[in-house]
């Protein structure tokens, strides 16, 4: 026993003087979305910066703000970005703001399985939303028919599919349905989780992947990466321009794109229904979120070092991860805000 | 198991002779006190957890008052937050799996306590208390990927054209919801229901049985009649214990249940439980009203298990009384 506790007393010891000794440690938490281009990102930092060290929590958006607006993390992380109220609430703490700065970008993509339907359907504003409010109940309502000339679409009821947990993938989905229809706006909302018209819950991309897949005459969303990964068919989406596009790496930083023009300096900007002709209309940046003033120079320079080469060579990284990256005018943006941060 | 009652003699008395120093230096009084703080941990937990429960959720408690467990809405982006649906979704998915589960998992301890050989019984146990360790998030994904499909493609379609014309069996077969829920949670239970139940049966006195035989009694009878009831006590421990883990399956339950906040008669509608709801909301809650709300839900979920609880320990008590059976263990 003495023996026992003598050893743990010096490896304790010894872990404290380990501890002591390391590197600069900067704590982050939020959004679980970006997580693994992140884990990523922060491990190639580290190679490259080995007194730097960055820890970084996925335990959602939410979660996120309320550190960092708690001051428990030094950074945070959303998929959706911060309100009024949550920036008021920040700026009251503190007496200093917090700053965006988008990292990579994101997109859903409408999923179904029709028995003997294996072509990609085209999906209108007005399909999507109707069958999420409940009011496009069949596979071949014209809403949806019309722009699938030539596919025997069934009679069947049409079960939707939603992710059951919070997330920013149902931020992003029902930021989309809020534009592009009135009334999902005032009946429903956006949200990263909101109370549905209709349909069954399926916990994470995998939930509602695996419902989809072993419900017949199902349709729901997904997260774009998931869907890659897994090789998963799904349809494409009519954008403001009038035109079908199909969820890729490019078609999403087309969206961003082509809302880069009205950009506003805070960067709190959502690009569903974004203009342009190849812009993916079910899109989204997700934000770091880096307060505007650090105690500590070492953390605010160690920080501002990663946001910098996380805008450019980190930009890198991402097609290799199924992440869709920046265009250029945003990186262009974001370094000039970067000055901001003191 | 503390869900079973046993009384233990006080050990005060036995040694009140000696001085307290003398008993101090021979360890009983330090056991004594280590063993108490130990046992007095237990209480403090619970009353900590009832207030952490109980001060995080302030807000909904005073906006919604008694409407958060008489309301079904549940919408975080109208700050409306109603809680029966979870309510009505945790209690019928642990009836479900308590009503199968019960009959199975005691029918298959009497079997192995009092029928089988012992070595198929060793062997059978080793492998039940295998299944009881079994992360739930495996039997979620064994729901997922065996019992939705089959209930919807057999099961849900069979007992349709069977008992359609019950309001329970109505609906369309989505294969998951309220009996999904319920099945594989009775899967999940089943294992403590035998090995708790077993590890009684085989503790009742020999004599007991003995006594019974020599009174001419068969082989059955004197399980059924004699071994059975006197191991009671236990028995009841085991289906509290079921039923606690019922109630608060959160992994596998939200895997298969279809995470829809409705009230419906039909088991085939999907439903939501207020475990499954608080693990699927409580990262991205933002807001504190919706923080709190999903709080409350918890102290909801404390309340239902304390009451149920307290509920079926009447039971017992009512029942031990009429009956001759020492429900001890």
Known sequence: MKRIAGMLVVVLALAGILWADSALSITGAGATFPYPMYSKWFDEYHKKNTNIEINYQSIGSGGGIKQV??????????????????LKAFQDKHGFGILHFPTVLGADVPAYNIPGITVELNFTQDAISGIFLGKITKWNDPAIAG??????????????????????????WTDYLSKISDEWKNKVGKGTSVNWPVGLGGKGNEGVAGTI?????????????????????????????????KADLASVTAAAAG??????????????????????????FTWLLVPAK????????????????????????????????????????????LNNVQ | MATTTTTVPSAGPVVGSRSFLSRLREGDEIARIITFLFAASVVLIT???????????????????????????????????????????????????????????IGAAIFLAELAPARVSD????????????????????????????????????????????????????????????????????????SVSREVLLSVPRDQREAALSLGATRWESTWKVVVPFARGGIFGSIFLALARAL??????????????????????????????????????????????????????????????????????????????????
Do not use: C
Request: charged share 15%.
């Open chain 1, 213 to 245: 897949k072993n419900t017949p005459d199902s349709f729901g969303y997904v997260e774009l990466i998931y869907a890659i990964q897994n090789k998963m068919p799904y349809g494409l989406v009519k954008n403001s321009s009038g035109a079908f596009i």
């Open chain 2, 47 to 105: 009353v900590l957890l009832v207030f952490e429960l109980w001060r995080g959720s302030a807000l909904p408690r005073h906006k919604f008052g008694f409407n958060f467990f008489r309301t079904s809405v549940w919408d975080p982006i109208f700050d409306q937050f109603g809680a029966l649906p979870f309510i009505y979704g945790t209690l019928v998915t642990a009836a479900v799996a308590l009503i199968l589960a019960v009959p199975l998992g």
């Open chain 2, 123 to 194: 062997t059978l146990e080793f492998f039940i208390d295998l299944l009881a360790a079994v992360p739930s998030v495996i039997y979620g994904l064994l729901g997922v990927f065996i019992i939705v499909p089959l209930m919807r493609s057999y099961i849900q379609p069979a007992l349709k054209g069977t008992l359609g014309f019950l309001p329970l069996f109505k609906g369309p077969a989505y294969g998951v919801g309220f009996l999904t829920a319920g099945i594989v949670l009775a899967i999940m239970v089943i294992p403590y229901i035998i």
């Open chain 1, 147 to 172: 722009p699938n000339k030539g596919v025997r679409l069934p009679a069947d009821d049409i079960v939707v599919v939603h992710r059951s947990d919070g997330s920013g993938t149902t931020y992003i």
């Open chain 1, 294 to 337: 650090f105690s500590e120079a070492a953390k605010r320079d160690a920080l501002k070092g990663f946001v910098k080469w996380m805008l450019s060579d980190g930009q890198n990284y991402t097609e290799a991860l199924s992440y869709a990256k920046l265009p250029k005018e945003v990186v262009a943006k974001e370094l000039k805000a």
């Open chain 1, 69 to 86: 607006t708690e001051g428990t993390v030094d950074f945070g992380a959303s998929d959706g970005p911060m309100n009024d109220d949550q």
């Open chain 2, 248 to 329: 608060g399956e959160t992994m596998a339950v939200t895997m298969v249940i279809g995470n829809t906040p409705t009230i419906s008669a039909s088991l085939f509608s999907p439903g939501y439980s207020i475990a499954a709801v608080i693990a699927n909301e409580f990262t991205e809650a933002t807001g504190d009203l919706y923080l709190q709300s999903l709080i409350e839900l918890g102290l909801v979920l404390f309340i239902l298990t304390f009451i149920l609880n307290g509920l079926a320990r009447l039971l017992i008590v009512a029942t031990s009384q009429r009956g001759g059976g020492m429900g001890n263990t």
């Open chain 1, 259 to 284: 809302a880069a023009k009205n950009m506003p300096d805070d960067f709190r900007v959502s690009i569903t229904d974004a203009p342009g002709k190849t812009a993916y209309p079910i899109s989204s």
